[in-house]
């Protein structure tokens, strides 16, 4: 799935403009998991590997991670500032800005990648990565319950305006792509958080080894079902390539 996605997007550019751009991002950081970092870890677990081996393999799949999960908190900024401005969000974000966010969010993967794979960074990434999964826990709950309320009330209030089913698609387009994001970080969730506890438990490196990162690895399938099930315009495109679109 996720290579089909990957292709969809290259052979189409009108899915590599505006916020789908963050998509892109967080489909590429899923295809290096799934393609580099997956078959590295079934290696190291089927033969026996010398120290630098395991360390080539935890920055490599550090950086991957890192990659996904700081991808969902760009995500997660941008859906922020669609809250505060929801009908003027999508026209006031550039391309430019854009891949400088997404060029910012590879830059710390890389850094967080090679950092936290140091004997330091394993001492301080359980704090660091729980305070990131508790700040992204409620920063979607936020986002969540904001929506639900501007659903039931801002709009009802503005009924009689003559742009108000313009408003009300804009709202509900971007009450979609808030319930999207949110399932896509509750899923990568799922994935991060035994790790993270384990982690805090003093136990994380031995778990992560022996099957720890295979659930990691998993949020990076997942990913692209998510975006293909809730996202019309990827799943149309993918259908109509595949030749099961109607």
Sequence with gaps: MTISLIVTIYQNPELQKGLNLLIVSLTVADLANCLIAQPVYIYYLSNETST?????????????????????????????KALARPFHHLLSVSQNSLLVYIGLTWVFSIIAGVTLATEPGKVAGPYVHGLMILLLIFTYIRILWVSWKRRRGKILAQARTANYHQQVATMEQENATALTSAILVGSTLVCFLPD???????????????????LLFASSAMNPCVIVWRNQQFRRTLLRMVHLAK
């Design 196 to 214: 993270v506890v384990l982690d805090l438990m003093g136990k994380g490196e031995e778990n992560r080894l022996k099957w720890a990162y295979t």
């Design 52 to 80: 630098s081996y395991l360390t080539a393999f935890q920055i490599i799949a550090f950086i991957g991670l890192h990659a996904v999960f700081l991808n969902l908190t760009t995500i997660t900024y941008h859906r922020m």
